[in-house]
């Protein structure tokens, strides 16, 4: 799979954080969010976060970020636009040769064209944007990026057998100091292990933590700015029951809002 990189023009443009104590964000961050292009990413400001999720993972601008399977580009409008001109916006998706479950190897192999064919509506300005499937990253960017995230995927890393190569490949990129952030849906401590295999979305926060520390990173912190005490975390299709998918369509689940969360940051071992 050849390497895709696609480049915009570009415009001037740690300790564990309560979710209740949050400054207001820097005019960076305030231009970034206000960009016309997010008009429809706005709604969902208010379950995930960005300014206070990227500043307890010390993103700032002009550093170099992957951004680890951007998907519809939600992050990619705020990252993009922050890290500014100065700075490096990373899309990694996964090597499909690294899942040993057929159809998500099938899932992967077809993100970067997709990346590739809707970035160019985003109408991204900022930093210069890359994308590249893990095995296609050229040897030149390795021990650059400073920072790495992986926002909402790990349960299909998980279950799709990919995860420990895929990390491995992340801290590869990763400067000596460099660190990784994961917004992960949270399962309760107590649930079941076949309810927690990625199937369904959740993870334990235990699990996580466990599984990455495995792969050469060890936590620097946790933050519940993601948190919603609202989500039992035990819905039978999964996350996906909630807002923004609500795949059952029930009124009383929109109420609860999008899934709990868990915010970690790991710094390379």
Known sequence: MRPITIAFAALALGATAPAFAQAAPDAAMQGALAQDNRADDRARDEWRHPAETLEFFEVEPGMTVVDYMPASGWYTRVLVPYLGSAGRYVGIMPDPASADV????????????????DSPGWNLAGAPVAAYASQDVPEALKGT???ALI???????????????????????????????????????????????????????????????????????????????????????????????????????????????????????
């Open 102 to 117: 057929e159809g998500m190897a099938g899932y992967f192999a077809k993100l970067p064209a997709a990346f590739a064919k």
């Open 151 to 269: 926002f909402r995927e790990m349960h299909n890393l998980y279950r799709s057998g990919a995860l420990r190569a895929e990390l491995m490949r992340l801290r590869e990129l990763l400067k000596d100091d460099g660190m990784l952030g994961i917004v992960q849906h949270r399962a309760k401590p107590w649930a079941a292990g076949d309810y927690t295999d990625g199937s369904r979305g959740y993870m334990r926060q235990s699990d996580v933590i466990g599984l990455v520390e495995a792969a050469g990173f060890e936590l620097v912190g946790t933050s519940e700015v993601n948190a919603n005490a609202k989500d039992s975390a035990d819905h039978p299709k999964g996350v996906w029951e909630l807002p923004p998918s609500r795949s059952t369509n029930r009124a009383e689940l929109d109420a609860i809002g999008e899934s709990d969360r868990m915010t970690l940051l790991f710094r390379k071992r």
């Open 145 to 147: 990026v400073d920072r």
